[in-house]
């Protein structure tokens, strides 16, 4: 926990103040000394393939740089995932702070959505980094789960009694609307 409030308070020191970014020495923000030598970027990993348009997806939220959609896994009901359209970095010690701080906004915005359209009473935030860090598709992305003080509302079900992701993701979208 202690790594991940340092890490988030690091994140946040790069967006305050981008020159700290630029201070760091190059080495740093390389994928070989911060992950143990991460591979390529792959351009065939499932995010990068719904930004193509090659696998379908539920989305929430799209700009020209930011795409917001539903987790195929619903840790919660509601559960999104917020990616960057335009970098390739797959952690995010190689995402540059400028495009860190579009899917941050994004974020921001998933997370207030959620709460008004799914009646949450709180948000988990988390963005893992490296296989030993949990992370499973190599593109960065950061999940926004909602929760509840207690059991989650009885949310839509389609005909085979399974929650209709569809209905969840047009609630959370409109209330992305400003």
Known sequence: MQSLLGCFALTCALLIHPRIAHALPPEQGSPSTTLGGASPYNPQNPFA????GELPALKVYEDK??????SLDQAAPGHVLVISKTSRAQNIFEMAPRDLARVMRVVQ???KAEVKALQADG??????????????????????????AGSPPAFPRDADGKLDSTV????IAAAMVR
């Not at 393939?49 to 193509?52: A, V």
């Not at 969840?168 to 609630?171: D, E, W």
């Open 168 to 171: 969840l993701a047009a609630r």
């Open 49 to 52: 393939r719904i930004i193509r």
């Open 109 to 111: 915005r998933v997370a």
């Open 65 to 70: 740089q930011v795409l917001a959609f539903l």
């Open 123 to 148: 948000v988990v935030i988390q963005q893992n980094n490296g296989a030993a860090g949990n992370q499973s598709v190599f593109h960065l992305h950061v999940h926004v789960v909602p929760h509840w």
